[in-house]
């Protein structure tokens, strides 16, 4: 192996790298992976959309004034809040998870640069050893 395998070597074989990830885990960063998507989005205006325009048509065209939730749409604004407060912390569990890994990284990411460091130094000193002889 040579220099600088060791220290990635040691970096692809870290155990938070090597775990397996539990069930919450994959689900959070499954979550959080859909959650971050323009779907996701797209998806959460339409039924938006297809909520206060339903409301909106049978309070307008049947006059019942009890439409299963009437403007300001009180029922949406908890339904709202209630994605919002579970989604929350299963992603920002995600996202710890990440930068961990990422510290991870740039800890050994610094390693290699060091190493490298070193190993120029070295290369310097000889080309000024190499260049003294030649004179």
């Not at 090597?18 to 689900?27: D, L, S, V």
């Not at 797209?42 to 339903?54: A, C, E, F, K, Q």
């Amino acid at each position: 192996m040579a220099k600088g395998d060791d220290i990635i070597h040691k970096a692809a074989t870290h155990p938070i790298f090597r775990a397996k990830r539990t069930f919450g885990q994959r689900a959070a960063d499954g979550l959080t992976k859909w959650v971050g998507s323009w779907t996701f989005i797209i998806t959460l205006v339409i039924v938006l959309i297809l909520w206060m325009g339903v409301n909106a048509y049978f309070f307008i065209r049947y006059e019942i004034g009890d439409p299963w939730d009437p403007y300001p749409f009180i029922l949406l604004n908890l339904v709202l809040s209630s994605i919002a407060a579970i989604q929350a912390p299963i992603i920002l569990m995600s996202q710890n998870r990440e930068a961990q890994r990422d510290r991870i990284r740039g800890e050994y990411d610094y390693e290699v640069n060091k190493k490298a460091e070193r190993e120029i130094e070295e290369i310097q000193k000889q080309l000024e050893r190499i260049e003294k002889r030649l004179k």
